[in-house]
């Protein structure tokens, strides 16, 4: 039993490379996007104070219904196979449960969508603009081919956290209930998060999704970064040059450890002294942010198992 959540885990991964995300229609997160997008003009035409208990609230029901479904699904999983039982039992349970687990994540189609930018790059600075433009929220009209890239590794970077190291991390500690309510808090900071017209109904999403994802993003940080003392040094400093308390720890380790430099003009430049991205760049950063995620994913399995087999 205590290898159920390892087991789901490897399996959400195996089947995220083989088969992709699910169809729209039956995708979690885009019920998710769906939900709150239901509130968003409501919220964002009441005066401060009660856009942001409006939007608490609705936060607050959203998550709970959100956990509440995955626990329903993974307790009727655990009863109906009683993955205890035998082997084929818990390789049954497993199964099912990655397959639940999968498009909580997003590993992929994150890596494809990044290292499309490279090859949009290769027909035009317009192209790449563009495809760039699908991973952020940044105004890409104005970027030149260097900026592009460092704000596709920039991206890679904080998405290896938010879309892979912390529902794994979620999923180790609470199981399936953990991964949705994580992705769900993730999905709200990522619509609501942002300091213009969402900024009062968005407050308390920007918050929770600081509060979940600040050791899951220094995970990743430590998956990217490695055993080197001294670039932890400089991480803690380079880090915390982003305003957002987690973003920056994935993002100065993927610049300290290709020795690149990552900027959004001005707001921040992470590891400055460091070369400018260019054409292999990325493909370099992917391979180091596959790694990073292997390695993430292999301690959080053990973390898992390790959690149930004490208790």
């Not at 005066?47 to 029901?61: D, E, H, I, S, Y």
């Not at 055993?227 to 915390?240: C, G, K, S």
């Not at 920056?248 to 991205?277: D, E, F, H, I, Q």
């Amino acid at each position: 039993m205590a290898l159920l959540l390892p087991l789901a885990m490897g399996i959400a991964l195996l089947v995220d490379r083989l088969l992709g995300e699910p169809p729209v229609w039956c995708h979690p997160v885009v019920r998710m996007g769906r939900y709150l997008d239901l509130f968003s003009a409501r919220l964002a035409a009441m005066p401060p104070a009660q856009a942001f208990l409006g939007g608490a609230m609705v936060w607050l029901f959203g998550a709970l219904m959100t956990a509440a479904l995955a626990l329903s699904l993974e307790l009727a999983l655990i009863h109906s196979l009683q993955p205890w039982a035998d082997w084929p039992a818990l390789l049954g349970c497993a199964l099912l449960l990655g397959l639940l687990l999968k498009p909580l994540l997003a590993w992929a189609m994150l890596v494809d969508e990044v290292l499309a930018v490279e090859r949009a790059l290769g027909e035009s600075l317009a192209a790449g603009r563009s495809q760039l433009a699908r991973l952020v929220s940044r105004d890409t009209s104005a970027l030149d081919k260097t900026a592009v890239r460092e704000a596709a590794i920039e991206t890679l970077a904080e998405n290896l956290n938010d879309s892979v190291v912390a529902p794994l991390f979620w999923f180790a500690i609470a199981g399936l209930p953990g991964a949705a309510l994580y992705r769900f808090a993730n999905t709200a900071d990522a619509m609501w998060g942002y300091r213009d017209h969402r900024e009062w109904f968005g407050k308390w999403a920007a918050r929770a999704d600081d509060v979940l994802s600040w050791i899951p993003a220094r995970i990743t940080a430590s998956a990217l970064i490695g055993l080197r003392p001294q670039a932890w040094l400089r991480l803690i400093t380079e880090a915390r040059r982003t305003p957002s308390p987690n973003s920056g720890w994935p993002m100065a380790a993927m610049a300290l450890r290709l020795n690149l430099r990552l900027a959004k003009p001005g707001v921040y430049a992470l590891n400055a002294t460091g070369s400018a991205p260019l054409g292999g760049e990325l493909l370099r950063a992917a391979g180091l942010a596959r790694r990073a995620m292997l390695g993430a994913a292999v301690m959080l399995a053990f973390a898992a198992l390790s959690l149930r087999l004490s208790t």
